[in-house]
């Protein structure tokens, strides 16, 4: 049967301006970069309801109802202030619920939670993503920062599979050598939680995924991104992408009670 999945954030705009000689104008894009990802996945039994994060800002879910809608929830670069801070709160001040709360109650109930690596995710850019002390940590498998919690790799690094990671549900049987990465939030596992993936002790050994439980539901903490830049597109063409994130993703709807 397939999983409905909530994928929130992974997208952004940019503003450019163009200096030609005396002259000079400004042009604004938005970038879609969740598109790959659901393209890599396409037709192994999800289906994604895509909120880029100016969406999220209004339709994140806000009751037990609309959260129960989906089977998972992924948060992928997208900062905790977007999501405390609607439009009815920020904009007119009024009162509305917590959705990070919310979130972390979702799970407890049984649903599954995963957040994504990247430069608002975990603690941030320069701390900005926020998400330390929040009830969003509470679930997840994965102590956060407090401060800058970036590790950047330009020469790239090569994650391994752990010993608990070897024949996990979550992950299934990954061959080979794993494609590098260029760059992951840096966490630490929870008592309880199960490293599956991980960077060389050289490099720190920081876990690049992490699984564990909340209440009845499943959460997982993938620490780099799901796309350019740390994640490079070798990585999504790798032939052990598209096994890897269904064994995942499908453990993470699992549920055992709703």
């Known amino acids: 049967m397939t999983k409905t999945i909530l994928l929130a954030g992974e997208s952004w705009t940019s503003t450019a301006t163009h200096i030609k000689g005396w002259d000079q104008f400004a042009s604004v894009t938005h970038h879609r970069g969740a598109d790959p990802f659901m393209a890599a996945l396409d037709g192994c039994g999800f289906t994604f309801d895509y909120m880029p994060c100016h969406v999220a800002?209004?339709?994140?879910?806000?009751?037990?109802e609309e959260f129960d809608r989906y089977d998972a929830v992924?948060?992928?670069d997208i900062g905790a202030n977007t999501l405390l801070l609607p439009p009815e709160v920020w904009i007119h001040s009024r009162r509305a619920p917590n959705r990070l709360k919310g979130l972390r109650d979702y799970v407890a109930r049984g649903g599954g939670l995963m957040m994504v690596g990247g430069y608002l995710s975990f603690q941030g850019i320069n701390g900005s993503a926020r998400f330390r002390g929040t009830p969003v940590e509470e679930a997840l498998p994965v102590a956060i920062s407090p401060w800058d919690?970036?590790?950047e790799m330009p020469e790239g690094v090569h994650p391994a599979v752990t010993e608990t990671g070897r024949g996990h549900a979550a992950l299934g049987a990954v061959a080979g050598e794993i494609p590098y990465v260029l760059g992951v939030n840096e966490v630490t596992a929870k008592p309880g939680a199960e490293v599956l993936l991980a960077l060389p002790d050289e490099e720190g050994g920081w876990p690049l995924l992490a699984v564990g439980r909340h209440g009845q539901g499943r959460t997982a903490a993938w620490t780099t991104d799901i796309g350019p830049h740390w994640l490079p597109n070798e990585f999504l063409a790798w032939n052990g992408?598209?096994?890897l994130w269904t064994n995942l993703l499908g453990w993470l709807c699992e549920r055992s009670a709703r």
């Open 74 to 76: 992924i948060l992928s």
């Open 241 to 243: 992408f598209q096994p």
């Open 149 to 151: 919690d970036r590790r």
């Open 57 to 64: 800002a209004e339709r994140f879910p806000s009751t037990p």
